[in-house]
């Protein structure tokens, strides 16, 4: 028996939530490739992050629950309704577990930035390290991880000298005996550029995320809804 009246128009709510909610699962999609890319130009986190995988995979089971949704919806069917409010509240679930273990670990980020930083300085004379960080500081416009000070007592510089990737305009040792001057570098350390940097990463994350949660919370209240009115087979006001 098909449902009438209030019923009805929660089903057609619900359809159009489920439309929603696969644009939903497209959006997380983009910004976990978008936020994977930045990611990946930036050699001191590469490959550090899990929470741009993460939202590419939520987003692709998206598509998925909002499969049963609009079909459950549109038939009226209970079972393909039962499972859709099942895997939503799962995704619920594993969504509030993502963000709590993004918490912790932006604590545990910061610091192995910051140790990160120290073996890159302190080993600058291995090729790898100063293809590194000559990159970050270059890309970045900055200089040592605090400030261009950070260099003052490097061993494989000349004294008061920055690496040639600290120069506005970099040409051969450039940097030789402008650790101070601001003319000529960039003074300002790498390290509260790259905080700023994952603030915004985490920004971009956190905000989809949080507009994406009330939209399946109200999706789960719909479908409960419905699937009383299809149990009852009589009329919701």
Request: hydrophobic share 50%.
């Amino acid at each position: 028996m098909a449902v009438e009246g209030g019923a009805k128009c929660i089903k057609y709510l619900l359809f159009f939530f489920n439309f929603i909610f696969w644009l939903c699962g497209l959006a997380l999609i983009i910004i976990g490739v978008l936020t994977k890319l930045s990611i990946d130009t930036s050699a001191i986190i590469k490959g550090y992050l899990g929470s741009p995988i993460l939202l590419i995979v939520v987003g692709s089971i998206i598509f998925f629950i909002a499969f049963f949704g609009c079909c459950g919806a549109w038939k009226e069917n209970q079972y393909m309704m039962t499972m859709f409010t099942v895997l939503l509240s799962l995704i619920i679930i594993i969504e509030i577990g993502a963000a709590i273990a993004g918490y912790v670990l932006w604590g545990k980020l910061n610091g192995l930035l910051h140790e990160r930083f120290d073996i890159l300085i302190a080993g600058y004379n291995e090729t790898e390290n100063r293809q590194i960080i000559d990159e970050i500081q270059q890309e970045q416009k900055c200089c040592g991880q605090n400030s261009s000070l950070d260099w003052l007592n490097s061993k494989f510089l000349a004294p008061d000298s920055v690496p040639d990737s600290c120069c506005k305009n970099i040409t051969k040792d450039c940097g030789e005996g402008a650790i101070r001057d601001t003319r000529k570098i960039y003074t300002v350390g790498c390290q509260p550029i790259m905080d700023k940097f994952l603030k915004q990463i985490i920004l971009y994350i956190s905000v989809p995320a949080l507009v994406i949660g009330l939209v399946q919370i109200t999706g789960i209240v719909l479908s409960c809804i419905l699937m009383r009115a299809i149990r009852s087979g009589y009329e919701v006001m």
